[in-house]
């Protein structure tokens, strides 16, 4: 799971097709471009889950987390994904990039990513849950694997990010239907999906590794954490691209 329509972007343009590549190699020109800041959350996410394990002040506070999920249920998974994915990286903009100043633009894009980021916050939730009674809710080798196959090479190829890469294509349209139809056609899922499905597989599958070896209350949590800080790191190098251009 990316914030494909606007942070699943290279830094240098490389989530935007040129006429002459191929899909696969725009998504891999991206994925090289957004390597150092995936590392660096993929680091953030391997302490947490070392931490869990490891450490028992750690363990004892996730636990109290897990447990406070629980109760939450998918008002929880509502909220962190509006959070995360849409008040969070407006308010960076405007307290970091607009210096306070509040633009019309920023109010509609916080309606929009609240709205969108705390349903896909809910359908994230809902995948985990779904999972846990297909596959079981250990967390050994083999039970790992199939929830990250799943996630990663049925559920984010073929749900997430094409509805992601619809819903923004819609807003960018000025949420007009027409046009729209073309969101059908193969070749839209190969210029515009695709490159989106190659360039986030090198960060969100290790990342799916770790969630899955987490108890199922702390999956989603893990998943906000690291949602937040891609978003967060994603909308620092979206800004600062633009004003050095």
């Known amino acids: 799971m990316t914030r494909e329509g606007e942070v699943a972007q290279a830094p240098d343009g490389g989530g935007a097709n040129m006429p002459d590549e191929r899909p696969l190699a725009v998504g891999l020109r991206a994925a090289r471009a957004n390597l150092v800041p995936a590392l660096v959350i993929q680091a953030a996410v391997v302490s947490v889950v070392l931490a869990y394990y490891c450490w028992e002040p750690a363990r004892a506070w996730l636990t109290r987390l897990a447990e406070f999920k629980r109760e939450g249920g998918y008002l929880f998974s509502l909220v962190s994904g509006a959070l995360a994915g849409g008040l969070l990286p407006e308010l960076l903009t405007v307290a970091v990039f607009q210096r306070g100043r509040v633009r019309r633009e920023n109010l509609s894009g916080l309606v929009f990513g609240v709205c969108f980021w705390g349903v896909m916050g809910m359908t994230v939730d809902a995948l985990y849950r779904a999972q846990a009674l297909v596959f079981g809710g250990g967390v050994d080798f083999a039970t790992i694997f199939k929830k990250a196959a799943f996630d990663q090479f049925v559920f984010t190829p073929f749900v997430s990010i094409p509805l992601t890469v619809v819903i923004f294509e819609w807003r960018h349209a000025g949420y007009r239907i027409s046009g729209m139809p073309r969101v059908l056609c193969t070749d839209f899922y190969l210029r515009k ?46 800004h600062a691209h633009k004003a050095a251009s």
Request: hydrophobic share 65%; glycine share 4%.
């Open 193 to 238: 999906v695709l490159p989106s499905v190659v360039s986030g597989l090198g960060f969100w599958l290790p990342v799916v590794l770790l969630i899955y070896s987490l108890p199922l209350p702390l999956q989603f949590p893990l998943f906000t954490l690291a949602l937040t800080l891609w978003v967060m790191i994603f909308t620092w190098i979206s």
